[in-house]
T-cell receptor, first 110, second 118 residues
Framework: QQPVQSPQAVILREGEDAVINCSSS?????VHWYRQKHGEAPVFLMI?????EQKGHEKISASFNEKKQQSSLYLTASQLSYSGTYFC???????????FGSGTRLLVRP | GAGVSQSPSNKVTEKGKDVELRCDPI?????LYWYRQRLGQGLEFLIY????????KSGLPSDRFSAERTGESVSTLTIQRTQQEDSAVYLC????????????????FGEGSRLTVL
């Protein structure tokens, strides 16, 4: 039931764009995105609801394709502060139970 | 407190000993989660409490693991007869998203309890 994230890791130069994907084999009610910096707790980025719209947060946005049970996180004009591990969390059946993927490690270099 | 508080922050124990990890959620948050994160790995769901409803224990890896929560307050995760594979950071998170509506669905994580089993 764990969602699958891709890629597992990505290295960017500052200013470059990246896309992180999250997919599930089961129907989803919502998808969450979190970022975790080394040695710190995960921090919420955004939530996408079934039937909802694409969300945005500064230069970070995301979409949710209900038919494909997929979500994508878009990071544009990446900054050094974007480095960290990105996790998607998926919820089925309006259960409030959140299952996370294995994460995508993002490194932004100067 | 202002955030989710977990204790101890670090715990070193010997194989076979029991340990208790504590989580103090944000006041008013009815939802509380425990996750396990092994070194360099993802967030593994353990258990979910929602108010006075029966908890979802489907993620507990064995009967050595148990968790309790009194009402909408503190939760304790207990690991009995610890094994080396139990070594990990145990993260607690709380949320009010069932009350605030779906758009307020943020989980607030604590800093975690790092458990090392020798």
């Amino acid at each position: 039931q764990q969602p699958v994230q891709s890629p597992q890791a990505v290295i960017l130069r500052e200013g470059e764009d990246a896309v992180i994907n999250c997919s599930s084999s089961k129907a989803l009610y919502s998808v969450h995105w979190y970022r975790q910096k080394h040695g710190e707790a995960p921090v919420f980025l955004m939530i996408l609801l079934k039937g909802g719209e694409q969300k945005g947060h500064e230069k970070i946005s995301a979409s949710f394709n209900e038919k494909k049970q997929q979500s994508s996180l878009y990071l544009t004009a990446s900054q050094l502060s974007y480095s960290g591990t990105y996790f998607c969390g998926t919820e089925r059946d309006s259960s409030y139970k959140l299952i996370f993927g294995s994460g995508t490690r993002l490194l932004v270099r100067p | 407190g202002a955030g989710v508080s977990q204790s101890p922050s670090n715990k070193v124990t010997e194989k076979g000993k029991d340990v208790e990890l504590r989580c103090d959620p944000i006041s008013g948050h009815t939802a509380l989660y425990w996750y396990r994160q092994r070194l360099g790995q993802g967030l593994e769901f353990l258990i979910y409490f929602q108010g006075n409803s029966a908890p979802d224990k489907s993620g507990l890896p064995s009967d050595r693991f148990s968790a309790e929560r009194t009402g909408e307050s503190v939760s304790t995760l207990t690991i009995q007869r610890t094994q080396q594979e139990d070594s990990a950071v145990y993260l607690c998170a709380s949320s009010s998203w069932n009350l605030a509506g779906r758009k307020g669905g943020e989980l607030f994580f604590g800093e975690g309890s790092r458990l090392t089993v020798l």
